[in-house]
Structures are given as structure tokens and as C-alpha cells.
């Protein structure tokens, strides 16, 4: 039950925030505004949809037959470079402003192949993303789907406040 209600409260916080943004008051002219912030509440919703599909399957995975974290993480990385590169082909053949395509596959490889800094930058990123991923199947093997996405939310909290530390501590600059 009190997975029920769980859902049931992320939905209506979900549909709360929707229509307050659907009900905010734009400029009289600009009516493709309007447009533009339901089909941003519509995606938003839609990948929580996702989202949830994907952390529930997890669980249903991990607690219902013996698979390994570290692999599913792995293949879920595998799977992810996949898409990414095929929707990235797809890009670059779609016209726009990135060197005539909306996004260029082969200038982001070949500026990724010319700057170490780049190339440490991209290794680190896929290590913290898969180590955090590897947590998360912990705590919904050990847990339940449910933590794992109150960990997840708090996550945002969690770097907001780092931020914050780190320009009200660290900087010299207010």
C-alpha cells in the first residue's frame, strides 16, 4: 500500500508543478511559449515514466533472479553507447548550425581525440556515472526501488548544497 501512495503523491506533485506552469502568465504575443512549456512538461513526465520502468525492472532483475550488478551496469553502458551513437549519426545528418548538421559526430571525435583534457574529462564522467549506477543496483538488491529513488532525488539536494559550500567557503568572489 504504501508504495500506492507513494506513487500516487510523486503524481500529484508532478501534475501540481504541470499545471502551474501551464497556468503561468506569458506576453499576449508569445503564444508558441505556451507550446513549448506543455511539450516541457509533457517530456519531463514522460521521462519519469522511463525512469521508473527502468529502477522497477532493476529490481524486478536483481531481487527476482541471480544477475550480477557490475554486469548490468556494464550492459547498460554498452547499450547507451549504442543509442547515443546511433541517434548522433542520425543528428549529423539533420541540418543546422554545427558545421551544417544539428549536432557533428565526427567534429565531437575529433575534438575529443585532440585535448587530453577532454578525453580525461569523458573517462571520469563514465567512471562516476557507472560507479553511482553500481551503488544504486546495491541499494535496490539490497533495498528496494523505492530507496534507490529517494536516493536519487536527494542526489540534486546533495550538489546544490555542495555548490553552495563551495562558492560561499571556497570562493573570494560574492
Known sequence: LYNWVGVALTACGLLLIGIAAALEQSPA???SGN?????????TVLAQVFAAFQVTFEE?????????????????????????????????????NDHGAYESLPDGVHM??????????????MMAIAS??????????KLSA?????????????????QLAL????????
Open 29 to 31: 504575443n508569445n503564444t
Open 35 to 43: 507550446h513549448e512549456r506543455t511539450l516541457g512538461v509533457c517530456l
Open 60 to 96: 524486478y532483475l536483481l531481487k527476482g533472479y541471480e544477475v550480477s550488478s557490475l554486469q548490468t551496469v556494464g550492459m547498460e553502458c554498452v547499450w547507451g553507447i549504442g543509442f547515443m551513437l546511433l541517434l548522433l549519426t542520425i543528428m549529423t545528418c539533420v541540418p543546422g
Open 112 to 125: 575529443i581525440g585532440g585535448s587530453r583534457m577532454l578525453q580525461s574529462l569523458v573517462c571520469s564522467y
Open 132 to 141: 553511482y549506477n553500481y551503488v544504486g543496483m546495491q541499494i535496490c538488491r
Open 146 to 162: 523505492v530507496t534507490r529513488c529517494l536516493v536519487d532525488c536527494m542526489r540534486t539536494a546533495v550538489v546544490w548544497g555542495f
Open 167 to 174: 562558492y560561499y567557503g571556497v570562493s573570494t568572489q560574492y
